[in-house]
């Protein structure tokens, strides 16, 4: 690896005594002082690079007009530009502008194509303002559930076999073994699994949430508890939760093809409405609506199962 590579761009000002060291000879000697400076940490580093170059690479490569059709799927064109978000390696209103400049491009498909994009931008800066409203009130329920279930009735706790990817599950396991090794995931497989855990493990989503916090790079509490309150219908109008059609299709199957559940009990081989009543207390007035239109395989259009919906209601 050249020395350069690792270099990043240069700061606006000079190094202080006490600073991190800057510039290392390679990923391993990064790697290695990380270890002297973190002997309680464990794992590997992460393989997605950081930097304000591998941000602007990234950013050269958004596909906007392609976005809303795909990012639902595992390997959609999603831009992956979260994490350099979160650090500041990139600002929302740069994101936003490159985003604009490649729609007015020849063939870039115009503004309107790329809403869906900048919609998603859009969430990320109103999960910001709310943060600052709330505070700490951020890991509390917003609303109160609509699961039918008592708040008391959730694990306070992570369990084990979740936080050592060991459910079983080839989907779910494959999922925490990526979060752990890559410090991110797609946006589809975090609602996967925030509702597994908290609807088919019921485990607060607090619990679910502090946990990702620790391990994803991009891990923010705005985009992150209110997304797990939003799955766990604290922050929405209904709980989201999914089928294995639904999984399969988004993931390409591959998960189910190696699952050893796979022919025998897998817990989202169901409709949606046998899962549901096995999920949930009946609360007609809640979901009644959507009741009828639910599919076997497939996403809901909308209602809390599809993947682009949003909570409709909020404070
Ligand atoms: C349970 C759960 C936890 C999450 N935790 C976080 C978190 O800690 N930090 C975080 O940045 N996002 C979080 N998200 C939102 C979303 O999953 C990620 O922002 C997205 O997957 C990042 O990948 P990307 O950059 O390819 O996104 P893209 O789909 O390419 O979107 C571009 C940018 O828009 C913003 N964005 C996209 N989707 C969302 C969203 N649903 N909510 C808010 N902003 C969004 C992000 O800044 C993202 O980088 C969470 C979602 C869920 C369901």
């Known amino acids: 690896m050249a020395p350069d590579s690792l270099a990043g761009v240069a700061l606006a000002w000079a190094d202080q005594p006490g600073d991190l060291p800057r510039q290392f000879e390679s990923r391993q000697a990064l790697e290695a002082e990380l270890r002297r400076l973190f002997p309680a940490a464990e794992g590997n580093l992460s393989p997605i690079r950081g930097g304000r170059r591998q941000a602007e690479a990234l950013l050269s490569r958004v596909q906007p007009a392609r976005y809303a059709k795909g990012r639902n799927f595992l390997d959609g064109p999603v831009t992956r530009l979260s994490p350099y978000i979160r650090h500041g390696a990139l600002i929302l209103a740069e994101v936003r502008d490159a985003v604009f400049a490649r729609l007015q491009a020849p063939g870039g498909g115009g503004r309107q194509a790329g809403e869906k994009l900048i919609n998603e931008l859009g969430w990320r800066d109103y999960w910001q303002r709310l943060w600052q409203q709330l505070g700490d009130g951020i890991w509390r329920d917003q609303e109160e559930l609509k ?169």
């Open 147 to 315: 699961t039918g279930h008592h708040p008391g009735a959730y694990n306070p706790d992570l369990p084990a076999d979740v936080a050592e990817g060991r459910t079983g599950l080839a989907c779910m396991d494959g999922f925490i073994a990526e979060l752990h090794e890559t410090g991110w995931l797609h946006n589809h497989a975090r609602m996967w699994m925030a509702a597994y855990l908290v609807h088919w493990r019921r485990v607060r989503w607090q619990a679910g949430a502090q946990w990702f916090l620790r391990h994803l790079l991009d891990g923010d509490p705005a985009s992150n508890n209110l997304s797990w309150q939003w799955v766990a219908s604290s922050f929405s109008h209904k709980p989201y939760f999914f089928n294995r059609g639904n999984l399969e299709r988004y993931s390409g199957g591959t998960f189910c093809r190696t699952c050893p559940l796979s022919e025998q009990g897998c817990p989202f081989d169901a409709s949606y409405e046998q899962l549901e009543a096995e999920l949930f207390k009946p609360l007609p007035s809640v979901r009644s609506v959507e009741s009828g239109r639910r599919e076997r395989s497939g996403p809901r259009s909308s209602g809390p199962s599809a993947a682009l919906s949003r909570p409709t209601r909020r404070r």
